[in-house]
């Protein structure tokens, strides 16, 4: 008697070990549960589809970084000699065009320039008129010269060329005490104006920082950079999750003294104004691609029982597939093992399928 029931033991147990070699061979083919959806509840429910395929991924790094002025779209507004400003015309903030005017300044040196162009104009005048045969070759070429020389003088020290010409044609030498205007030398935004109304400012002193904000830099650092080259596509994301792509322009060759890591300039169209100078965000870079990989979505994979696992439309049943799971690449999932090429899986609206396989299984049958 003990003889038998040790033997009929023995047999469950041969029977228990090939039922769980079975499952552990059939480990990524059993199905967890299916719901059944029509195409117009699937419409409804937001549940988005897509054919899996084998392809080439690119690893992604994200890098922090900081949005600065697009420095080949901005300039600095400064005086070329020691002068008073006169009268303020533009504020922080405004939007100016090109050759707009900025301030007005009086300097001393500019009414001794003006003088001086004013005399030379004259006596240029005198000599042209009179013609190279009345007046010797030297006379009328030092009239002419110093009449240039006047010219280039005034309109180093900040007058167009168009008001040095009027103030060259002029005859009243009192037409002029000294007061000139800075103009913008380009279309922007007035990003600084540092100065008051009656200060004195030295030649080189910013007085206005003019920018174009349709288009900004993003300076990112690291001790190691990515590999990647001028042209790359990179992706901006601000702290609210909000993306913008630009292109790498550069990567600077010299290290940082201080940090001693390397820069990489990104240039961003900035549509609508959404990024701005000195705000933090994070630049994701897509490096070396993978061969050809089985993968899907992120948002297709879920945990079902503990596993992770996909919902594989079959006619008008999603069924629940255990899948084994090799790396996250960028927002893409590696498939090891419970896919085929050609599979479709639901890549939106999977929590919602989620619900329903778990209040069907709560229930009797399938979910409706």
């Known amino acids: 008697?003990?003889?038998?029931?040790?033997?009929?033991?023995?047999?469950?147990?041969?029977?228990?070990?090939?039922?769980?070699?079975?499952?552990e061979t059939d480990d990524y083919e059993d199905e967890s549960g299916a719901v059944a959806l029509s195409h117009e509840e699937r419409m409804a429910a937001g549940v988005e589809t897509e054919r899996v395929e084998r392809r080439s991924l690119r690893h992604r790094v994200?890098?922090?970084?900081?949005?600065?002025?697009?420095?080949?779209?901005?300039?600095?507004?400064t005086p070329k000699i020691a002068s008073v400003v006169e009268a303020r015309h533009v504020r922080l903030g405004d939007a100016v065009e090109a050759g707009q005017r900025l301030a007005s300044l009086s300097s001393v040196a500019m009414a001794e320039a003006a003088g001086e162009l004013m005399l030379a104009a004259y006596e240029w005048r005198l000599v042209r008129d009179l013609g190279s045969e009345a007046v010797s070759g030297r006379r009328y070429a030092e009239a002419r010269t110093a009449q240039r020389k006047a010219m280039a003088k005034v309109q180093a020290y900040g007058l167009t060329e168009s008001q040095?010409?009027?103030l060259a044609a002029s005859d009243d030498a009192s037409a002029f005490s000294g007061v000139f205007d800075m103009l913008a030398p380009r279309a922007g935004t007035v990003f600084s104006d540092d100065f008051v109304v009656g200060e004195l400012v030295e030649p080189g002193r910013t007085l206005f920082e003019i920018v174009d904000e349709s288009s900004v830099w993003v300076e990112a650092r690291a001790a190691e950079l990515p590999d990647v080259e001028a042209g790359a596509v990179a992706d901006v994301v601000d702290n609210e999750g909000r993306r913008t792509v630009g292109r790498v322009v550069q990567?600077?060759?010299?290290?940082?003294?201080?940090?001693?890591?390397?820069?990489?300039?990104?240039?961003?169209?900035?549509?609508?104004?959404?990024?701005?100078?000195g705000q933090f965000v994070e630049v994701e870079l897509a490096?070396?691609?993978?061969?050809?990989?089985?993968?899907?979505?992120?948002?297709?994979?879920?945990?079902?029982?503990?596993?992770?696992?996909?919902?594989?439309?079959?006619?008008?049943?999603?069924?629940a597939v255990p899948v084994a799971t090799q790396a996250d690449i960028g927002a893409w999932v590696v498939i090891e093992a419970g896919l085929e090429p050609g599979d479709v899986v639901a890549t939106a609206g999977v929590?919602?399928?989620k619900s329903l396989l778990l209040k069907s299984s709560l229930g009797s049958g399938h979910a409706h």
């Open 251 to 277: 990567l600077h060759h010299r290290l940082d003294e201080s940090t001693r890591t390397q820069g990489l300039r990104i240039e961003v169209d900035n549509v609508g104004d959404a990024l701005h100078p």
């Open 351 to 353: 929590f919602h399928l």
């Open 164 to 166: 040095a010409r009027a």
């Open 287 to 319: 490096t070396g691609a993978t061969g050809p990989v089985l993968a899907v979505p992120k948002a297709a994979v879920t945990l079902i029982d503990g596993r992770e696992s996909v919902f594989r439309l079959e006619d008008e049943e999603f069924h």
């Open 62 to 77: 994200v890098l922090p970084a900081e949005v600065v002025v697009n420095g080949y779209r901005s300039a600095r507004v």
């Open 1 to 23: 008697m003990r003889s038998g029931t040790t033997t009929a033991g023995a047999l469950v147990l041969v029977a228990a070990w090939n039922c769980y070699a079975d499952a």
